[in-house]
Antibody, heavy 119, light 111 residues
Framework: EVQLVQSGAEVKKPGESLKISCKGS????????IGWVRQMPGKGLEWMGI????????RYSPSFQGQVTISADKSISTAYLQWSSLKASDTAMYYC????????????WGQGTLVTVSS | QSALTQPASVSGSPGQSITISCTGT?????????VSWYQQHPGKAPKLMIY???NRPSGVSNRFSGSKSGNTASLTISGLQAEDEADYYC???????????FGGGTKLTVL
């Protein structure tokens, strides 16, 4: 059974750093693109970026380029999303998502990680 | 990248059919057969309902169907049930971004 299990909710202050994770199981982690999707409170879904764990090829949405870093450790089948300096506007639910092998849609989603940034 | 255009809300009574539209351009919806639909209940992760315009994943009810005409894709739900009340998002491949693009989302209310 394919599963994406994300790390737990975080409460941080502005300016702090953060790294959240997404562990894949039940499939070949290195053979599928993994993406990160932001959902701000009461809003829609936005692609942040994607990574191919097999070779760490990473693509970012222009809106998020330079604002976050996406990485993966294929030895432990885990993808990461990190911030070096959080802002209040980073408060959102973040989902990891596995892309289809042959098309850009998503077939499996993580349960989501709620990040709250508040002073 | 502009989001695909969806109606903000649709509603229907139990047993009825409803259709949610997703309008893009020839650079995304109209140019490729890579439209997906996702259902999201409050406080839950999205769930894939339709992929590649009209394909249903295993386990998804056949009350859900997808289609496309020109630059507009559609999700139709027949025999509406209370459990169908949720937000629905379309997404598409786009020539301007490797990541793809989402629609703004549609809230379905079952009256």
């Amino acid at each position: 059974e394919v599963q994406l299990v994300q790390s737990g909710a975080e409460v941080k202050k502005p300016g702090e750093s953060l790294k959240i994770s997404c562990k894949g199981s039940g499939y070949s982690f290195t053979s599928y693109w993994i993406g990160w999707v932001r959902q701000m409170p009461g809003k829609g879904l936005e692609w942040m970026g994607i990574i191919y764990p097999g070779d760490s090829d990473t693509r970012y949405s222009p809106s998020f380029q330079g604002q976050v870093t996406i990485s993966a450790d294929k030895s432990i089948s885990t993808a990461y999303l990190q911030w070096s300096s959080l802002k209040a506007s980073d408060t959102a639910m973040y989902y990891c998502a596995r892309r289809f092998s042959s098309s850009p849609g998503v077939d499996y989603w993580g349960q989501g990680t709620l990040v709250t940034v508040s002073s | 990248q502009s989001a695909l255009t969806q109606p903000a809300s649709v509603s229907g009574s139990p047993g009825q059919s409803i259709t949610i539209s997703c309008t893009g351009t020839s650079s995304d919806v109209g140019g490729y057969n890579y439209v997906s639909w996702y259902q999201q209940h409050p406080g839950k992760a999205p769930k894939l309902m339709i992929y590649e315009v009209s394909n249903r994943p295993s386990g998804v009810s056949n009350r859900f169907s997808g289609s496309k005409s020109g630059n507009t894709a559609s999700l139709t739900i027949s025999g509406l049930q209370a459990e169908d009340e949720a937000d629905y998002y379309c997404s598409s491949y786009t020539s301007s971004s490797t990541l793809g693009v989402f629609g703004g989302g549609t809230k379905l209310t079952v009256l």
